[in-house]
Nanobody, 115 residues
């Protein structure tokens, strides 16, 4: 069983920055594709960014050029650097670990972008 613990969320003004972290328990982190997803109030959960074991990244169009996903295998941690934040980025952000056939989720961290 893998546990994912997110941190780094909070309240930030438009144009500001935050860095989210997600640390995984267990020993499969380095062999897993990691991702960040988000769910805004009244909306479905959506992909934000993913990073493969070879550090190939993929981003939602809405965050390209503003968000950066990275990983530190030695720390079992994936990061999401978020710059130029907009009110529409307000959501609960979830960490995801995929190691076929398993799929694990964190409990989420709230990001609120508001003045």
């Amino acid at each position: 069983q893998v546990q994912l613990v997110e941190s780094g969320g909070g309240l930030v003004q438009p144009g500001g920055s935050l860095r989210l972290s997600c640390t995984a328990s267990g020993s499969i982190f380095s062999a897993s594709t990691m991702g960040w997803y988000r769910q805004a109030p009244g909306k479905q959960r959506e992909l934000v960014a993913t990073i493969t074991t070879g550090s190939t990244t993929n981003y939602a169009d809405s965050v390209k050029g503003r968000f950066t996903i990275s990983r530190a295998n030695a720390r079992n941690t994936v990061y999401l650097r978020m710059n130029s934040l907009k009110p529409e980025d307000t959501a609960v952000y979830y960490c995801n670990l995929k190691f076929s056939p398993w799929d694990y989720w964190g409990t989420g961290t709230l990001v609120t972008v508001s003045s």
